[in-house]
């Protein structure tokens, strides 16, 4: 008799969004979404600490493994895309919503929920 040791798959969900680190896949409420390298290396960084505001100076060291700047607008582009398959709303996004002048955080509730009760 072989013993295999067991593995603890970690999927981490958060706002309907599933990400499974280890096949580095994505679904968002079920359906799956096909990211570039970067994209899941973005998404992983934020959605890994729902709630935190990750600075673009610790996205850049994470995701682009660097500590300078290539462009300025290097991290709002794949933001962007990102933003765009996960079905965010760019305008007024509710899974990556950004801190200005401090970074990017993705909300653990979307953030018009947030406070709001039930009336009477």
């Known amino acids: 008799m072989s013993v295999f040791p067991a593995t603890l798959v970690l999927v981490l969900t958060v706002q309907g969004v599933q990400v499974d680190p280890d096949t580095r896949r994505v679904w968002r409420d079920g359906s799956e979404i096909r990211l570039s390298k970067k994209e899941f ?31 300025a607008k290097t991290i709002d582009v794949h933001l962007g895309w990102l933003r765009r398959k996960l079905g965010d709303d760019t305008r007024r996004p509710t899974l990556i919503t950004t801190i200005r002048g401090r970074g990017l955080r993705f909300e653990p509730v979307p953030p018009d929920s947030v406070g709001s009760s039930v009336a009477s």
């Open 41 to 71: 290396e973005l998404l992983y960084a934020l959605i890994s600490r729902p709630g935190e505001i990750v600075t673009r100076e610790q996205l850049m060291l994470e995701v682009w493994e660097t500590t300078f700047w290539t462009s």
